[in-house]
C-alpha cells in the first residue's frame, strides 16, 4: 500500500483576476449602452454587438479545456523550478466512489505503484466515505467534482454556484480531513461566475489533456487508443469510475484500460503524480519556506507573508 504523502498546502483565497474576454465584454457592454444614449439609432449594432458577446461566453463555457473564461488545468505546469514535472503525467478519476468499481481501481493503482487524483461527487462519497478513507490513505488526491453533480450546473448563479462548490469541499474535507485544492466542473461545463467562486474558496479549475470517453465507449481498445494516442509528458488524462460503461461480458471498462495504461506509462519511463503533487513541485521554495513559517504561526498571528501568496505564484495559467 502506498504511503500517503503529506501536503502543505491549503485551500487559500485567491486573488481573481478577470480573463480578458471577461473585461472585453464588460467593455463592450459599457460601450454599448453609451452608443445607444448618445445615438439611439445605434441601437441595432449595439445590441447585437451585446448578443455575439454572450454568445462568444456561452461557447467558451461549452468548451472545457478553454481558458477564456480564466485559468483551467489542462496540462501539468511547465516550470524550471521542477524538472521532475517534465517526465510526470496524472491520471484523474472522475463521477466516484462506486463501491463495485473503486476499490478495484484502487487495488489496481497499488500494484503499478500508481498514485491518482480522484474527482468525487459530495453525495456518492457522503454514501461510502470508507472507500473516500481508502483513496486517501493510499496516498491519492481526493478532490471536488461538485456535491451533487447535476447537469445543470453551468446555468447555475453565483450563490448557487459557491453553495454547491462548498457543500463539496465540507463533505470531503470532513471525510478526508484535508478540504480540496482541485475543482473540475460537472461535464467539464461552466459559465463566467464561476472562477471568482473558485478564487474565493482557493480552488483551481482543472479540465484534462486527453480523454477516453469511458462513460459511453464500450470498447476498451478505442478508449485506450484515445488515452495512449500521443501520449506526453505533463499530460492530464481523465478516465471515470463512476458512471462507467459496460464490455460485451459486463465488466466495467475502466478495469479493463487501467492496467495498459499503466503499463504503457511504465515503458514510456512517465511518472504518475497527483495534481496536488504538481501544484506543490510547481512552487519556488522560498514559497514552502513561506508556507511552512505560516503554519508554525498561531492563529492570531500574522506570518511575513500569507500563504495565499504561495498558492498564486503557481504557474497553472501558463499551461
Known amino acids: 500500500m502506498n504511503a500517503a504523502t503529506p501536503l502543505p498546502l491549503t ?7 478577470p480573463a480578458p474576454l471577461i473585461t472585453g465584454t464588460a467593455a463592450l457592454h459599457v460601450g454599448a449602452a453609451a452608443a445607444m444614449l448618445a445615438q439611439p439609432a445605434t441601437w441595432p449594432w449595439a445590441t447585437g454587438g451585446v448578443i455575439a458577446s454572450h454568445l462568444v461566453l456561452t461557447a467558451a463555457g461549452l468548451w472545457p479545456k478553454s481558458a477564456l473564461l480564466g485559468p483551467n488545468w489542462r496540462r501539468l505546469p511547465l516550470t524550471q523550478t521542477s524538472q521532475t514535472l ?12 462506486d463501491p463495485e468499481v473503486t476499490p478495484r481501481v484502487l487495488d489496481l493503482l497499488d500494484a503499478h505503484g500508481a498514485r491518482a487524483t480522484f474527482f468525487c461527487i459530495g453525495e456518492r462519497a457522503q454514501r461510502h466515505a ?3 478513507e481508502q483513496m486517501a490513505a493510499r496516498g491519492h488526491a481526493v478532490e471536488n467534482h461538485s456535491q451533487r453533480h447535476r447537469h445543470t450546473f453551468s446555468l447555475s448563479a453565483p450563490g448557487a454556484l459557491r453553495r454547491e462548490i462548498e457543500a463539496g469541499q465540507r463533505t ?20 463566467p461566475f464561476l472562477e471568482p467562486v473558485l478564487c474565493d ?3 483551481h479549475l482543472a479540465s484534462w489533456t486527453r480523454r477516453g470517453f469511458d462513460t459511453r465507449e464500450r470498447d476498451a481498445g478505442k478508449v485506450a487508443q484515445r488515452l495512449l494516442h500521443g501520449l506526453a509528458p505533463r499530460d492530464i488524462l481523465l478516465v471515470h469510475d463512476g ?3 459496460r464490455g460485451a461480458h459486463g465488466e466495467p471498462v475502466l478495469l479493463t484500460v487501467l492496467p495498459a495504461l499503466l503499463r504503457a506509462a511504465a515503458q514510456a519511463q512517465l511518472r504518475w503524480v497527483t495534481l496536488r503533487e504538481a501544484l506543490e513541485e510547481s512552487l519556488p521554495q522560498q514559497s514552502h519556506e513561506q508556507h511552512e513559517q505560516h503554519e508554525q504561526h498561531g492563529p492570531h498571528e ?18
Do not use: C, M, Y
Not at 11 to 17: C, I, L, V
Not at 86 to 97: F, K, R, V, Y
Not at 172 to 191: C, Q, W, Y
Open 243 to 245: 458512471h462507467a460503461a
Open 201 to 203: 474558496l482557493g480552488l
Open 130 to 132: 470508507h472507500i473516500v
Open 86 to 97: 517534465q517526465n510526470s503525467i496524472a491520471l484523474t478519476i472522475d463521477d466516484g466512489p
Open 172 to 191: 470531503l474535507g470532513e471525510i478526508t480531513g484535508t478540504r480540496p485544492l482541485f475543482f473540475r466542473a460537472p461535464a467539464g461545463l461552466r459559465n
Open 302 to 319: 500574522s506570518p511575513p507573508l500569507p500563504a495565499q501568496k504561495a498558492i498564486d505564484a503557481a504557474p497553472f495559467d501558463k499551461i
Open 11 to 17: 485551500a487559500a483565497p485567491r486573488r481573481w483576476k
